[in-house]
């Protein structure tokens, strides 16, 4: 028999903490160069901001230190470079935008939304030991991802902005339920298919050579699917729907590895966003504003017309290759430059190298949770490291395609990135989910039988964890 | 379930891939035609955003920025602003440029081709950019005189120095002051441009070049009189001048102005017949000379050819096919030939210059911000409209019509004035314009000057070209000869 020398999995804390001054330097300093370039000073708060922003980013490696010692060590330093440059954006957008009447203070905001995202993303990783916890909540989350979907339908409790149904009001804060409701509903496809993958792959009739699933295997999904499709009629929020659509599509794919259900499921999409896009007018105005952005009748319309984004793409387009620098671009020329724009923002005065480096980092970050994904050893682990990580990379896809005319714009915030604090605490708490399961993902099986209060409940053999590094290998290839 | 989370990477890779395929197709292939979308907002940001150079007449700027502290970052002043309006025009967030504003865009912004060197320059030693600065060949006080020469009277002068083309003065009356335009607010400025295009009198029409063009009256006779003597007549040959001519094939006639005699009825020598403006001799002589040896003389004087320089002058013309009573009528300078002052006054510079019409130029040199000659223009001949023994003949004829002709008002003592007058109809019952072209002093020329006032400006009904343009005319002549 051969021996095979163990191979010795760095927890990679140490790597993580050198990207984190990168990832700080990062945002700091861009917030540090707003200020000069603008006012020619830096930033009155930049000590007490750059201090905070090394008190949050550290606080939470700590935290992993000591709760998820093997957790991925590249995921955390994305999320702070990511919601620093966010942040130094924001500061940015609110100097072109205050006048000494009437400050705009966004970035503080947003500020304090990053302190308690963070620490939310803490609390997560301290509170939740092991993420197959979640797993008994699976029907429970599917309830809450429903009453987060409905919430801003209730009288008096949501508010209708900009024509979209997706806003909740609880003591003088706005919220968007929908950005928890992804999550929500992650945990409930990834509870539910685990269960039901086997009767849904295999029991029920086969139609045309299509071999489709038994009706009440797939009730709960489709409560769901009509769940989204309500946010679309009701709440005229395309960017949400299209979301969970493809949360939906993409997690039932990993369950079921059929792919004739998602040329199904897509056909589905387009010939109800077709429908769509007969039958309500806002949906066909965003597919005029696509089609013929630049028309003149077009870009006049109001509202509805395509002015936001063909500013938007003339401040790319001035940003060119190199950007105008921070500070030095107009990016409050474009409305909701801050949040649903801000990666036009972004475009202008970082310019397309900038753009693409910001892109490569989401990249990061969604393939290290699809690493995550295929490395950890349980089936619900595997569907909702993957289906979060998706929801992310997709949602990056609908915005950004968005602004630059790839799909048609719908309305979703850049996760990271945008002012919004409902976004901002989601997207972190999604990371705590990702560094919960990339722990249990990366950390060695343990040779010695022991206690350990962070290892997972059963011992994995050796092939299984020759396969994951395989898995690892073959996601760096 | 490895096998779908890797094709699910690979699926995202492709989403990530098609985002950058798309952010590169905006930012980098189709952002100059972005850049360009007269739409795009930024575009007149960064246009106005930006050091503009000086326009300079006489070593002082008239037109020059100053940083501001609002969007547009500077603030374009004209300093003397009415008296240069005409020539630097206006550069406003609303209404465009105007003038060499306009014309002169790219060297005064600094994008021209010729200041790439410049450009390199400053991205090296990390320089404000700054645009050139644009020296005209407008002299202060030239314009100054004629400008006050002028007064308030509707009309135009251009003073041109014969020997090099150099326009030394240009002044189109009434004028505007292009600061109101040059403000940032919209509104206001909205206003005070609806107030300028509302003025019946057009203060925004650069009539010395590019106005609704004139009828030459009998200035024009100086193009009859070119083509008698290329064609082999001289000064002296006897031209039929009856006291009415009846034009052929109809039943209109042509007399001459107030009814007058010239020559008793009988015959007038040709240089008679200019010095005293005889209409019924220049009329024959355009039938006998025919349309197509006029216009053929007339464009050889430049009419009917596009000019810049480089503001756009609008072409003079002779109509294209008169029958014989409009080619009478069109040989003193009436029915359809039109004429800038420009134009007229060219074409006195081509005889005080021997024949040889230099081209006009507004724009003497550019410099660089680091006052580098970047461009400089060399005078060129642009034409030979005659031939030194016609415009030497010509000359004396027109020194006659100064000294004891219609012209008289021109007279400088001790300095020898050749011009012609003109007295154009319009319609019977609106005043005429009074012309006057004329070159000094006529033995060696240092300036020729073309004057128009409107429907005979301060006097009426009783103006003519010799009593209303031409102490407009000596006034410019003294002022380039006080130099």
Known sequence: ?477 | MNTPLRRIAVVVVVMFLALMGAATWVQYVQAAQLNADPRNVRTLYREYDNFRGPIVVGGEPVASSTPVDDPFGFQRAYTNGPLYAHATGYYSIVYGRTGLERASNDLLTGTADSLFLSRIQDLVTGRQPQGSSVELTLDPAVQAAAAEALGDQRGAVVALDPTTGAVLAMVSSPSFDPNVLAGHDTSTVNDLYRTLTDDPGEPLVNRAIAGDTYPPGSTFKLVDAAAALESGLTPESPLAAPDVLPLPASSATIGNFGGASCGGGGTVSLAEALRISCNTAFAQLGLDLGDDALREQAERFGFGAPLSIPLRVTPSRFPEDPDQPQTALAAIGQQDVRATPLQMAMVSAAIANGGEQMAPFLVRTVRSPDLEVVEETSPSVLRTPVSPATAAALRDMMVGVVETGTGTAARIPGVLVAGKTGTAQTTDDVAPHAWFTAFAPADAPRVAVAVIVENGGNVGNEATGGRVAAPVARAVIEAVLAR
């Open chain 1, 1 to 477: 028999m051969v021996t095979v020398a163990p191979h010795q999995v760095r927890p990679g804390r140490g790597v993580e903490l050198g990207l984190l001054v990168v990832a700080l330097a990062l945002g700091v300093g861009a917030y540090a160069l707003v200020g000069l370039n603008v006012t020619g000073v830096l930033p009155a708060n930049i000590a007490r901001y750059g201090a905070g922003m090394a008190v949050l980013a550290v606080v939470m490696h700590l935290v992993l230190r000591v709760r998820a010692p093997y957790a991925d060590p590249v995921i955390l330093p994305a999320a702070v470079a990511l919601n620093g440059i966010g942040l130094a954006m924001i500061y940015r957008i609110d100097l072109a935008e205050s006048t000494a009447a009437d400050p705009s203070t966004f970035a503080n905001r947003q500020l304090a939304w990053t302190g308690i995202g963070v620490l939310l993303a803490c609390v997560v990783l301290v509170v939740l030991r092991d993420h197959r916890t979640l797993r008994r909540y699976t029907y429970t989350a599917m309830v809450a991802g429903l009453a987060l979907i409905l919430l801003p339908l209730v009288p008096g409790l949501g508010t209708t902005i900009n024509g979209a149904r997706i806003w909740v009001h609880l003591g003088g804060m706005s919220l968007q339920p929908a950005e928890f409701a992804k999550i929500a509903l992650a945990v409930f496809f990834a509870g539910y298919l685990v269960t039901h993958r086997d009767t849904l792959a295999l029991a029920g009739p086969t139609v045309l050579g299509l071999h489709l699933p038994r009706l009440r295997d797939l009730g709960p999904i489709l409560v769901v699917w009509a769940g989204s499709l309500a946010v679309l009629v009701f709440e005229r929020d395309l960017g949400t729907s299209l979301l969970f659509f493809g949360l939906f599509v993409a997690m039932l794919y990993l369950a079921t590895e059929r792919t004739g259900w998602i040329l199904i499921g897509l056909g589905l999409f387009l010939g109800g966003a077709l429908v769509a896009a007969r039958t309500f007018s806002h949906v066909a105005a965003r597919f005029e504003g696509w089609l013929h952005a630049f028309d003149d009748d077009v870009i006049n319309q109001s509202p509805g017309g395509s002015f936001q984004l063909v500013s938007a793409l003339y401040g790319m387009a001035s940003g060119g290759l190199f950007g105008t620098g921070w500070g030095q671009g107009r990016p409050d020329l474009v409305p909701y430059a801050e949040s649903d724009f801000i990666i036009a923002s972004l475009g202008e005065e970082l310019g397309l190298t900038g753009l693409l480096a910001l892109l490569l980092v989401y990249l990061v970050l969604a393939e290290r949770g699809m690493r995550t994904a295929i490395g950890v050893r349980d089936g619900f682990g595997k569907l909702l490291a993957g289906g979060v990580s998706f929801v992310v990379a997709f949602q990056c896809f609908v915005v950004v395609g968005g602004v630059t005319r790839v799909i048609p714009l719908t309305g979703l915030t850049m996760p990271f990135l945008a002012y919004g604090g409902s976004s901002l605490l989601a997207n972190w708490v999604i990371v705590a989910l990702l560094l919960r399961i990339s722990d249990s993902a990366r950390r060695p099986a343990p040779e010695v039988q022991g206690y350990d209060p962070g290892a997972p409940a059963s011992t994995a053999a050796d092939g299984q964890a020759t396969e994951v590094l395989t898995g690892l290998r073959e996601a760096r290839g």
